[in-house]
């Protein structure tokens, strides 16, 4: 069956004491939106200084390891100032980091085309040597983690790169499902899903190059879940640099989008999907992370960790509707 997005609302009723008790009915869901309060970023990149960085000019290349000479000859990669190296606290077969450049701390709006697409290139290339060394290690991932409420260990932007003989859990079920529509209608499923977001206009916010940005339909955060997928690429391995140059002025975007609400951290994450069987292309998925209110609460309770189940404070209609004119 081709794509159909379903949803029901629900209301709760209760004696509403702004109301002299009287009977009052609210959506369930949907919270009002007020912008989030920042820290004061500049000092916890001070004090982050003081417990030391190893991405820093003057530590990098002492104390970060390099690659084995099969692997990687010169020892890291480099692609104008951003460096990939090896991850001491690998989490797959293949692992890695790409430290963005020297400079320490870099506020969302501070991050140029060139900074982000030399970090996602380079990025790249580590894993096109990864796949000529190891073939099997076909399932391959870039995230990022940035700012401490991402679950960043360091303040200097950095991204984590992966590769391994088995997808992660939610990926493989992403996989899975793309299969399963494949076989079911012949169709690829992110291209079914692209049409039927342009079509319904909801969730759509703009196309840029060959990618195109959307609200997810099911948010996995409480406050931003937007989708880039790059049309008719499979693998990451695949982007050509003018993919991930129109991908980096969308991301431009979503943090000045970022900024003006007050979010100042998030979550990345690149899915492929599996070379030959076109029923799932490349998509990018970030989602802001951050605490909530005056008493600076998680963002992830007990529905997310112990229920499965993601809580969404604002819907994905109204986010893309604010998010489009930072798009153009």
Known sequence: MP???????????????AKNFEESTFP??????SRSERPDLSRLASESLERGCPFCPEAIEKVTPE????????????????????????????SALTVFGPQHFIGLTEFTEDMLSDAFLASQTYLKRVQEHDPEAKYCYITWNY???????????????????????????????ARKYHSQNGTNYSADLV??????????????GNTIWLTS???????????????ERESFLFLTPEDIGSFCQGLINTFRYMDDKGFYSFNLCFYSGTIGED?????????????LGPLNISDVGYSTLLLDTNLCLRYPEGICHKLKTYFG
Not at 28 to 33: I, S
Not at 219 to 224: I, K, V
Not at 284 to 290: C, E, K, N, V
């Open 28 to 33: 369930v869901v949907e919270f009002g939106q």
């Open 195 to 208: 049409a039927e977001e342009k079509r319904l206009r909801e969730r759509y916010i703009a196309t840029l």
């Open 279 to 291: 029923s799932l292309w490349t998509q990018a998925r970030l989602i802001q992370r951050g605490s």
């Open 67 to 94: 690659f084995p000479p099969d692997l990687c000859p010169e020892g890291r990669i480099k692609l104008n100032r951003a460096v990939v190296f090896p991850n001491t606290a690998p989490y797959m077969s293949c």
């Open 147 to 177: 700012m401490p409420p991402a679950n960043s260990s360091q303040i200097h932007p950095h991204l984590q790169i992966a590769a391994g003989h088995f997808p992660l859990a939610y990926h493989g079920n992403l996989l899975e499902a």
């Open 3 to 17: 794509i159909e997005f379903r949803r029901e609302f629900e209301f709760s009723r209760f004696l509403n004491p």
């Open 217 to 231: 339909f099911v948010p996995r955060s409480a406050q931003l879940d937007i989708l880039a997928i790059f049309q």
